[in-house]
């Protein structure tokens, strides 16, 4: 017998529908209620179904409502459902598929989606032919709507249709969909395409049996005039051209061709697809050949495609001019993420140690307007193109760029200037000529009339700050500040954001070269503490923040010390420990510490007290979740890792001054935990931090080494670069301490350093400071780390050539030298990278001269003056001089 609904029942459940479309909380709540009460009858889903697909004479939305119901009920409870009440859901679903209504359609579809997504694929294994069947039915109704539910469980389990598991389907599946890309009806033939194209990406081998089938048959929809078949085909094309490029190759030209056309496409999705391609093709090896001879074509039409459309304008607020008392909604806000600290070393030629391993994040023109579209879309295009092609595009720019950057209508001047920064990066060198001239006129462009103009010469002049820098002050450097500076206090929210991010560039490059003009940039800075909604606030700190990086101790003057610290101070007070501004705040402040050293005293211990309590705070609210999780929320612990890196900073900057803080805090328990949490992240600053205090105050840190140093073995897993390079860091500061005392740690570290520096691929930084522990061990337990030289002398040197002359290098060699002289055997081998690192000292101590001296001649008599020559023909010219000229030898 088949299920019938109760009358009354029905009546109910129709009730119930309606009233939980009523505006009204109260009533809401209740069908809440109700809702849970029905849930406890497992026909209550019969019900939901019966309406859905039986009850022609309701309205759409609530027949759609009851499966939307029943949907919610499938995610979860469907375990429980009885295998009568599964089955006529089933049933009923693949038996109206075809229903007349788009809506009931699609909503069949996203139930069956969401019965099979339970796992249920394998239990209903006649799905998948019931509905590849019903795509020959002659009804569109029934063809489109099995077609949708296809196209939504290839999207939610395309792995799985290519598995063991089901027979693997897809074998069935993608010859069938292929037929359909000739049906005479749009919609089918892009739900057709949608099928195959989840396949791309994963090579569904299914897919690469028929991979030629498939281009083929995209060549012939190129032209289609349906909308969403030709952005389908685009996307494909996109996709082949990462996975299966060899297929295009012989195509290449038709394909661009093509894609030049669709990229300039009325309908604007379809036209961002298409733009991805040249996006796609930027990072394949083949990009510079394939495209040389379509630059002319592809230039005109990307830049074309950088103007701001009319709904840009309008999403932007484009006419609103002042907007700076307008508060800021939380979701103008994006998240931040703070980047933990990682200790690296200065290199030759380079200020602050350049690490690799650490990503940075993309400058964006515009990311308020976080959606992805054909603007910034063409932007990033030109962007890549310009790192390929070099100067080779500035022939068909430069021409265009002309007729733009002077031209009378504000949105084509804007997208000029937006060009203009795009192709900073790759085509720096063919500027230099013009930019005399270019660079003026963006600076008048500063103050232009319209606020997007204004905002987008700050983002395209920061892209050129290195040249401006390079250049004597008075010309560009001094008159870009100033008009930047009054930027910072427009009345339009988007200008500010874009001129407190370029002023930030600027700083990063012009460092001690903003020294003289600093009292005015602190008093536009400061001006701007009164004026800033909360968004720009939190880039207003981080522009504070990189000012103390780049001119360091030169803030330290009492009157700069008086204008900057008074607001800072007053928002530390004014934010709760809950605030996640404290973030931005906590990280300037870091970098404010470091930078005033002892200008900092008198701000210490407010600011030091706070950042142990909110480590307490974070550690013991991760316990209570830890233990209760049904209780207490997990805690956010970036408050915990932002307060370890201030404590790192302080004590940086304030250097033995911290002592008496520490003395007064329970700060070593504190770290003893943070040391051992499961999040990398807080492990990481709390090494840095524990290397800090080593430094400064090592009789706190000294009471506590038996129970840290197994922790720190413990960290030295390359598996996470930065913890184990602040890890490696600290055993070495820790080494300087101890001296002799280390012996009893030597075996719990040295193996897994020894491992590390001979490890392939090992990121830069990370060689760099595991090589200099290595030399601080061997310096203060030189006959337990000596006998392992010949294991790593040749990747420590290679490691540490390119380091300036600094105390960790110093003690690094010293060490070295000394575990020489105990095995001299141990660097014969390799001797010859000895010489080499020897020679990277610009100027070393006089009596670690003495020790290389020693060494070198040693080796000399020890091999005698004819093996010598011989040996010493092997040397580069450069080296050998340096030796002779250094070392006599």
């Not at 598996?719 to 005392?741: K, P």
């Amino acid at each position: 017998m088949e299920w019938q609904p109760d009358e009354q029942g029905l009546q109910q459940v129709l009730q119930l529908l309606k009233d939980s479309q009523s505006p009204d909380t109260a009533t809401q709540r209740a069908v809440q209620q109700k809702l849970e009460q029905l849930n406890q009858f497992p026909d209550f889903n019969n019900y939901l179904i019966f309406v859905l697909t039986r009850l022609k004479t309701e309205d759409e939305p609530t027949r759609s409502l009851s499966g939307l119901i029943l949907k919610n009920n499938v995610k979860a409870h469907y375990q429980n459902f009885p295998p009568t009440v599964a089955d006529f859901i089933k049933q009923e679903c693949v038996n109206n598929i075809g229903d007349p209504s788009p809506l009931i359609r699609a909503t069949i579809g996203i139930l069956i989606t969401t019965i099979s997504s339970k796992g249920e694929l394998q239990a209903w294994p006649e799905l998948l032919p019931q509905l590849c069947n019903l795509l020959n039915s002659e009804d569109y109704n029934t063809c489109e709507g099995s077609f949708g539910a296809l196209q939504k469980i290839c999207e939610d389990s395309s792995e799985l249709l290519d598995s063991d598991a089901l027979n693997r389907p897809l074998n069935i599946m993608i010859p069938k969909f292929l037929q359909f890309f000739k049906h005479c009806n749009p919609k089918i033939r892009s739900h057709a395409i949608a099928c195959v194209n989840q396949f791309i990406i994963g090579r569904a081998q299914a897919l690469m049996n028929n991979i030629d089938t498939f281009i083929e048959s995209l060549f012939v929809l190129a032209a289609d005039e349906d909308s969403e078949v030709r952005k389908n085909v685009c996307r494909a094309l996109v996709m082949l051209l990462e996975v299966r490029i060899d297929r295009l190759i012989p195509h290449m030209h038709s394909i661009i061709q093509y894609m030049l056309q669709r990229t300039q496409d009325p309908d604007e999705n379809v036209a961002l697809e298409a733009c991805e391609f040249w996006l796609t093709l930027a990072e394949q090896p083949i990009c510079k050949d394939m495209l040389s001879g379509h630059l002319v074509q592809l230039t005109p039409i990307l830049v074309n495609g950088m103007k701001y459309s009319e709904i840009d304008i309008i999403l932007l607020k484009g006419d609103v001019e002042e907007d700076e008392a307008v508060p800021d909604s939380d979701q103008d806000i994006k998240p931040r993420f703070h980047k933990s600290r990682t200790v690296t070393l200065q290199h030759e030629g380079l200020e602050g140690g350049d690490s690799e391993d650490i990503e940075d994040e993309d400058d964006d023109d515009d990311d308020t307007l976080s959606d992805w579209n054909l603007r910034k879309c063409s932007a990033a295009a030109l962007d890549v193109l310009a790192n390929v092609f070099r100067d080779e595009l500035l022939p068909h720019l430069l021409p265009l760029l002309k007729a733009l950057l002077f031209h009378s209508d504000w949105v084509v001047k804007e997208s000029g200037i937006l060009v203009l920064g795009a192709i900073a990066e790759g085509c720096m060198q063919g500027m230099v000529p013009y930019l005399p001239e270019l660079i003026p006129h963006l600076i008048q462009c500063l103050s232009d009339k319209k606020a997007l103009v204004r905002s987008i010469a700050c983002w395209t002049l920061s892209r050129y700050a290195h040249w401006v820098v390079s250049q004597p002050p008075d010309s560009y450097l001094k008159p870009l500040m100033t008009e930047l500076l009054k930027c910072i206090l427009d009345a339009n929210k988007r200008v500010q954001e874009a001129a407190c991010s370029a002023f930030a560039t600027l700083e990063e490059e012009a460092c001690t070269e903003l020294v003289p003009y600093l009292s005015f940039i602190l008093d536009t800075l400061v001006f701007a503490f009164g004026k800033y909604q909360h968004k720009n606030l939190l880039i207003l700190y981080d522009a504070i923040g990189t000012l103390a990086d780049s001119v360091g101790h030169h803030l330290n003057q009492p009157e700069y010390i008086q204008k900057l610290m008074p607001p800072l101070i007053a928002k530390w007070n004014e934010l709760k420990d809950e605030d996640k501004d404290l973030f931005p705040l906590l990280e300037c402040l870091s970098s404010v510490a470091t930078a005033l050293q002892s200008g900092f005293l008198p701000y210490c211990e407010p600011v030091y007290k706070r950042c142990v309590t909110l480590v307490q705070k974070t550690l013991a609210q991760a316990m209570m979740y830890n233990q209760h999780p049904d209780q207490y929320e997990a805690p956010d612990k970036d408050f915990m890792i932002v307060a370890l890196d201030l404590l790192s900073g302080l004590a940086e900057g304030l250097g033995s001054h911290v002592e008496q803080l520490v003395a007064r805090s329970n700060i070593m328990t504190l770290l003893f935990q943070c040391m051992q949490d499961t999040m990398p992240e807080v492990r990481q600053s709390s090494f840095a931090l524990l290397g800090d205090l080593t430094k400064v105050c090592f009789l706190h840190v000294k009471p506590c080494i038996a129970e840290f140093m197994p922790i720190l073995g413990l960290n030295l897993n390359p598996e996470f670069i930065s913890v184990c390079n602040n890890a490696t860091w600290a055993i070495g500061e820790i080494a300087m301490q101890m001296g002799a005392e280390m012996q009893l740690y030597v075996g719990v570290v040295l193996p897994h350093l020894v491992e590390i520096i001979n490890r392939p691929n090992t990121p830069k930084t990370l060689l760099e400071n595991t090589a200099i522990t290595i030399g601080r061990l061997g310096y203060v337990c030189p006959q337990e780390v000596a006998p392992q030289l010949q294991h790593f002398i040749r990747p420590w040197c290679t490691s540490l050539r390119n380091i300036r002359d600094n105390e960790e290098k110093d003690s690094a060699f010293r060490g070295i030298c000394v575990m020489i002289g105990v095995n001299p055997a141990g660097v014969v081998q390799d001797f010859i990278f000895f010489c080499d690192a020897v020679a990277s000292w610009v100027n070393p101590k006089d009596d670690l001269r003495d020790m290389f001296y020693k060494i070198l001649h040693g080796f000399k008599d020890q091999v005698g003056q004819e093996n010598w020559q011989q040996f010493s023909e092997q040397f580069p010219p450069l080296l050998k001089e340096r030796l002779s000229a250094c070392y006599g030898v």
